[in-house]
């Protein structure tokens, strides 16, 4: 059960998602919970307004590799570390198909200090 906001924190969110806040999950790197931006092309935390968390995701990251934008239901699952598998991929250099299976989830990136989208192909699986 999510627990409830605060008056700051459901004016800041309703600044963020144009409407009364739902929260999609939680921030892997502070806890807080995370929305759907208003513009509905970012996943964010409820602490980046306030400069205090830097998680944000982009709904069309996927794409470059073929895919559709990433879904609600989707994220809901990547903020419970649970690792998304595709068929059908392209690789994004060549644009050409990928043979194998991929899996995506929610990772940290030490070089950028933050979390983001870890694509892996699964050489050991053939389709």
Request: hydrophobic fraction near 30%; include cysteine; aromatic fraction near 8%.
């Amino acid at each position: 059960m999510c627990r409830r906001h605060t008056k700051q924190e459901t004016i800041i969110m309703s600044q963020v998602t144009g409407t009364k806040p739902e929260a999609i999950g939680r921030c892997p790197e502070c806890g807080a919970d995370v929305y759907l931006h208003k513009s509905s092309t970012y996943f964010v935390c409820s602490k980046r307004l306030q400069s205090s968390c830097s998680f944000t995701i982009n709904r069309s990251y996927l794409k470059k590799w073929g895919k559709p934008s990433i879904s609600l239901k989707g994220m809901k699952l990547l903020l419970t570390c649970e690792p998304l598998t595709f068929r059908d991929f392209l690789d994004p250099s060549t644009g050409e198909p990928l043979n194998h299976p991929v899996t995506i989830c929610l990772a940290y990136v030490p070089s950028l200090d933050k979390y983001g989208i870890d694509v892996k192909v699964l050489m050991h699986e053939w389709i």
